[in-house]
């Protein structure tokens, strides 16, 4: 999990409200992502974003937002809007300047989230 | 559209013997293949990877992979299992066209001592 940082560890959300989950990096990744791991699912992309001030909608970016403000953070915002969202979230990050491909992703240690 | 199939969601295997998780993929262009690990309530780890050249791949803690473009088959290998083995797998592809990897559903894999 080296270079990646998320934060907290554990979050509890009541029904209604609006969390941001944390994740930095210095590995000075350019390109940074958010998924989501239900069991049996797999890893489900939130969203993405390949450089400072862009990101691009995954494949389930209803009920979330994200920023890109500074190049090592990109923090996930879980809205109300969001019908379930208990889950395992994972941010990662990779050196894609260029639009190399073959660089692999790094992944911080996830944050699980609870709505109670 | 890139995908990604893992066809076994469990695999048991005896510590000592060679164990093998499959993994199919599909992509409109040459592929980009990655095998990870994750142990519980973890991030993923980086094991390997098949960008282009060899198609015997070798990656971290004696884990291998064979790339086969006839069949679009990536499977993951390791010649003796560890009970340390035991842990979440999956198997992700990317085309290399500027495109967020795609991964599999995961392969749960428990070594038996």
């Known amino acids: 999990d080296g270079g990646i940082t998320q934060s907290p560890k554990y979050l509890f959300r009541k029904e209604g409200q609006n969390v941001t989950l944390s994740c930095e990096q210095n590995?000075?990744?350019?390109?940074m992502y958010w998924y989501r791991q239900d069991p049996g699912q797999g890893l489900r992309l939130i969203y993405y974003?390949?450089?400072?001030?862009?990101?691009q909608k995954g494949d389930i970016a209803e009920g979330y937002s994200v920023s890109r403000e500074k190049k090592e953070s990109f923090p996930l915002t879980v809205t109300s809007a969001q019908k379930n969202p208990t889950a395992f979230y994972l941010c990662?990050?990779?050196?894609?300047?260029?639009?190399?491909?073959?660089?692999?992703?790094?992944f911080g240690p996830g944050t699980r989230l609870t709505v109670l | 559209a890139q995908s990604v199939a893992q066809p076994e969601d469990q695999v048991n295997v005896a510590e000592g013997n060679p164990l093998t998780v499959k993994c199919t993929y599909s992509?409109?262009?040459?592929?980009?293949l990655f095998w990870y690990v994750q142990y519980p309530n973890r991030g993923l780890q980086f094991l390997l990877k098949?960008?282009?050249?060899?198609?015997l791949v070798k990656g971290s803690y004696g884990f291998e992979a064979e790339f086969n473009k006839s069949q679009t088959s990536f499977h993951l290998k390791k010649p003796s299992a560890l009970v340390s083995d035991s842990a979440l797998y999956f198997c992700?592809?990317?085309?290399?066209?500027?495109?967020?990897?795609?991964f599999g559903k995961g392969t749960r894999l428990s070594v038996i001592a």
């Open positions: 990662a990050s990779s050196n894609e300047l260029g639009g190399l491909a073959g660089h692999e992703q790094f």
């Open positions: 590995l000075n990744h350019d390109a």
């Open positions: 974003s390949q450089i400072v001030n862009d990101f």
């Open positions: 992509v409109s262009g040459n592929p980009y």
């Open positions: 098949y960008i282009t050249g060899d198609n």
């Open positions: 992700a592809v990317r085309d290399g066209r500027n495109t967020p990897l795609v």
